[in-house]
Structures are given as C-alpha cells and as structure tokens.
C-alpha cells in the first residue's frame, strides 16, 4: 500500500484556520477603516449599525475562539490527545494565573487593567479569551522551535532549551507588535494604568511575557519528553500561518496607528526567525521518508517476483 506524503489538505484544522484568518481580516476592516469614519457609521442602515454594534462587541472574541479551536484541533490530528491536553491545560491554567496575578498586583506585566470587547472577565479581571490567545500562538512558537532544532547535531538539553527559549522569544515578540496597537486604538481593549517607555508599555511587560512563556513551555515540555516529533516542514504550514497571521493583525494595526518600530521589531526578531526555523526543517521527517523508501522498495520487489513468477 502506498503511504500518502504529508501536505497541506482541507481538514477540519483548515477550515477553522480560514475561518481564523477570515474574522481577523473582518476585525481590522473594523478597526482600521470603518470605526474611525464615523459619518459613514452613521449612514449606515439601522440593520447595518445593529450588524456593526455586535462585530465590535464579539469581534475580538470570535477571532480567539476560532484561532484556539483551530490550533486544538490540529494538535489533536497532529500529535494525538496526549500531547494536546498536555500543552493546552498548562498553557491555559498558568497564563490565567500570571494575568490575574498582574491585573490585581502588576506583577509580572506591571499595572494594567481589561476593558470590554474581549468577553466574560474571570473574578471581573481577565477576558476568558487571553489564556486561550497565550494557548493557540505559544504551541505554534514552541512547535516551530522544537521540530526546527530536532534537526539540527546539537545535545538533547540544548535542543530542550532552545525550543523553551526560542518559543518563548516568539512569543513574546507578537505582544511587541500587538499590544501597542491593541491598547491604542479609538477602541483599546485593554489600558496601561502607569504608561511606560514603549509606545505606552513598560518594558516589565515583556519580561513578563517571556517568563510566562518560559513557565508553561517547560511543564509541557516536561510532558512530552525529549523524543523526536518526526514532523516535516509540511506540517509546521499550519503553525507558521496562524503564528504568520496574527503578526500581520498586529503590524496593520500598528502601522495603521503610525507606529511603525513594533513592525520593525517584530520582522527582525520575529518573522524572519520564525521563517528561517520552518524553512530549515525538512519537507518530510526522516521516519516519513524512511518508511516511503521501504514501501516503493518492497513495491519493487513484489513487481521483481511477479515478473520472475510470469517468465
């Protein structure tokens, strides 16, 4: 039987991962051309304003939900149950916690508060959304990182660390070019209660972020173990677009609030190295086309006897 090579096919993973897509296309339609015109608001028909009221009210909430279920779906085709559950619940569990730890004391992100537009606060503080957005981008960095690194001649420890570190750096540096733009907007979603040195944000922030990351990355790793993933590059498509697609939310964003050095930033330490992982790692794993060469060769073979057998 011929084994089929992994590639991109339509799948339920897929079609959320367009839908996805879809709702953050829809949200900066919203954000960027359609909110800062009030006039045209205005002249909306009333179903138009009802339509425009609730995009802004579920917007944000919708496209997290579509990425979280996106992501949960392909770890769960991709890597089974097991690895799933065991990167989504610490990721999730462990996030809440850092986010309602910094919204009440300001500590690890320093002082800053939810506004509406991103659903149900947990105890009034945090959006249910957040943990399930630090979920669906921190598997697909963590992932990019370690399959990246599984092929390169390095000890089991550093590949170990490196996956935690890099993924988390990735991480980190979508907040970069999202938060400026998301907690600026004529809408923000959230606010800086003590302003800092970066567009608005201290740079407490990001060590936050990266500690976080560091956190969860670990106990899921601690999970997983250190035995090879055998994914190909075909497999880390999906990751790399949504990771892709919410920088490119958060650069229209910034740049269409005239903050330009996030983007910058966010290309230099975020898509370039995220591009240069995925293109370095295989188009297949080595087991994939292992077990290809052994199917065409044991084809071979029984083609060799049935030709012997006919003479």
Sequence with gaps: MKLQKPGIRFSPATGLLIAHISAM???????????????????????????????????????????AAAVAVYAY?????????TFMVPATSLSLASELLGTSTGFPFGEYRYLSGLGYKIADLVPFTIPLSWFYVGFCTYLIARVGLE???????????????????????WDFVL???????????????????????????FA??????????????????????????????????????NILFGAILSL????????????VFA??????????TP??????????????????SVAQLQGRGAQ
């Excluded at 055998?230 to 892709?244: C, E, K, Q």
């Design 25 to 67: 296309i829809f949200g900066i339609a919203g954000l960027v051309l359609v909110l800062p015109n009030g006039d045209f608001i205005a002249s909306l028909p009333e179903i138009g304003q009802i339509a425009f009221r609730y995009s802004m009210a579920g917007g944000g909430v919708v496209y997290m939900l579509l990425g």
């Design 77 to 85: 085709q991709t890597l089974g149950s097991k690895r799933w559950l």
């Design 151 to 173: 092929n390169r001649s390095l000890p089991n420890w550093v590949r170990s660390l490196g996956a935690i570190a890099i993924g988390s750096i990735l991480l980190t540096f």
């Design 179 to 205: 938060d400026p733009a998301m907690s600026q907007t004529d809408v923000p979603f959230w606010i800086w209660e003590q302003p800092g040195a970066f567009f608005g944000m201290p740079y407490q922030n």
């Design 208 to 245: 936050g972020w990266f500690i976080t990351g560091v956190v969860f990355m670990s106990v899921a790793h601690l999970f997983w173990g250190n035995q090879p993933l055998n994914l190909g590059r075909s497999d880390l498509t999906f990751p790399f677009a949504i990771y892709f697609f």
């Design 256 to 267: 269409a609030a005239g903050l330009w050095i996030p983007v910058v930033l966010g290309t």
């Design 271 to 280: 898509v370039i190295p995220c591009s240069l992982l995925y293109w370095l």
């Design 283 to 300: 188009k297949i794993s080595s087991t994939q086309g292992t077990a290809e060469g052994a199917s065409e060769k044991n084809s071979v």
